[in-house]
């Protein structure tokens, strides 16, 4: 633009981002909305070009692995906006980030205040040295920059009113809860069966209770705290399901499944385009047995001789050699219709299992909050776990889900304990 200097134009870029997320109902309190405005984002990515820096929903990769797999990034103005909206940051609080990079310390240190004490830790000796040059050069050198395995926190400067994980977490650490106040609020993207939501939680004596979970990605944490998946390639590896936890003891079984004709249910369940699915994931994913994701490699799945059918929404289910994945289909307008293909020798049930689920979402839980996370040390014995739709036994903690009673059954529902999931 014709005599605009390049300030000019972060300012006006980063007004226009700001509005955008105030419009998607992402920015709702003045707070965020006034350090969003303030804090200069190109300051922490120097390298990038303007108009990338400030793509309200896009984050930018800082660092790559030798395989090319992103590990650091700047996080989205969307993803940064919402954690600090679930965050309730209030003036003079003591706030520990975990995955640092300085944009969101940044954020953090506008808005505890010159009383307040903010500290970033990263496990990168690459990303620390950036975050504390890039912090010093925005004018925020008090913020405190620590080189380590964010697994055991950072205690030196506990307790913390708020925990921020700007790193996808596979499980909730002892020190996370340890170093919270009680009342005080962690906010993680925390991954269950695969599906990562970043969650608030608010500490109440030694379990965790949420407040509200939304679908961002983040990139997956390093250390101690890695977590690897169960893979198993079909084709050649141009389809791959992914277990997290929970997987089959027998996978072998599954090999050569898609050399089988499909049987293609329509569930009757819909979508509308654009419409926002991660309940319906979440809903699968704790109430079919054998959930998985699957992926897909699209230009090998068009060139191969019997191409899975329907559009992917990426998840699937597996019941000893037989394999159900959900694709989506259109129908007219914005409307779409949610279909099961199964595959193997007997693939009915699992099929229609599936295909009810999709059901029961559309009834009584689409459009809906979705579940509630209680997180519990794993030490806590079973008699102390309330009962809860759906549990995961992580490394070091419990994670119970529980769905909202859909209007018309409040109090009839039998709940399944934990313990026999
Ligand atoms: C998405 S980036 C953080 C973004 C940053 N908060 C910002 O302001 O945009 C995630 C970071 O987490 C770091 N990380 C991964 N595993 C970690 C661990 N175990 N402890 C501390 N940091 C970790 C990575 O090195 C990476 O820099």
Request: proline share 7%; net charge negative; charged share 20%.
């Amino acid at each position: 633009m014709t005599g605009t200097t390049s300030g000019e134009r972060a300012t006006e870029l980063r007004n226009q981002t700001v509005d955008a997320l105030k419009d998607a109902g992402t920015i709702v309190s003045a707070r965020v909305e006034a350090v969003m405005r303030a804090v200069p984002r190109e300051t922490f990515a120097p390298e990038a070009d303007l108009d990338a820096v400030y793509e309200p929903w896009n984050g930018l990769v800082t660092k790559r692995d030798e395989n090319g797999r992103a590990v650091s990034s700047l996080s989205a103005p969307d993803a940064q906006a919402h954690m600090l909206e679930q965050a309730r940051i209030e003036p003079g609080m003591t706030v520990l980030e975990i995955g640092s990079g300085g944009m969101n310390a940044a954020y953090l240190s506008e808005m505890v205040g010159p009383t307040g004490r903010v500290t970033t830790v990263d496990i990168d000796p690459f990303v620390t040295e950036r975050t504390s040059r890039f912090l010093d050069q925005a004018g925020y050198p008090q913020v405190t920059v620590v080189l380590a395995d964010a697994e055991h926190g950072v205690p030196q400067h506990a307790p913390y009113d708020r925990i921020l994980v700007t790193v996808g977490a596979w499980d909730v650490p002892p020190a996370w809860i340890d170093q919270l106040v009680d009342g005080g609020l962690l906010v993680v993207p925390l991954k269950v069966m695969g599906l990562m939501r970043t969650v608030a939680l608010v500490r109440e004596g030694d379990r965790l209770v949420s407040e509200s979970a939304r679908l961002f990605g983040f990139v997956p944490m390093q250390g101690v705290g890695a977590h690897d998946s169960t893979e198993l390639a079909l084709r050649e590896g141009a389809v791959r399901l992914v277990f997290d936890e929970q997987a089959p003891a027998d996978l072998s079984r599954l090999e050569g499944v898609l050399e089988y004709e499909p049987l293609v249910v329509d569930s009757g369940a819909g979508l509308r385009l654009g419409e926002p699915w991660a309940t319906m994931q979440m809903w699968l994913a704790t109430t079919v047995p054998g959930f998985c994701r699957i992926l897909v490699d699209r230009a090998a799945n068009e060139a191969s001789p019997r191409p899975l059918g329907g559009l992917h929404t990426g998840m699937a289910a597996v019941d000893g050699a037989n394999l159900a994945y959900v694709a989506s289909r259109k129908l007219g307008g914005q409307e779409l219709t949610l279909e099961v293909h199964a595959y193997g020798p007997a693939p009915a049930a699992l099929a229609e299992l599936v295909a009810e689920q999709l059901r029961v979402w559309d009834r009584d839980h689409r459009g809906g909050p979705g579940p509630q996370y209680l997180v519990y040390p794993a030490t806590t014995p079973d008699e102390r776990l309330p009962a809860a739709d759906f549990a995961v036994a992580k490394r070091h903690s419990r994670v119970l889900l529980s769905w909202p009673r859909p209007a018309n059954t409040v109090g009839s529902d039998v709940l399944h304990h934990p313990n026999h999931q």
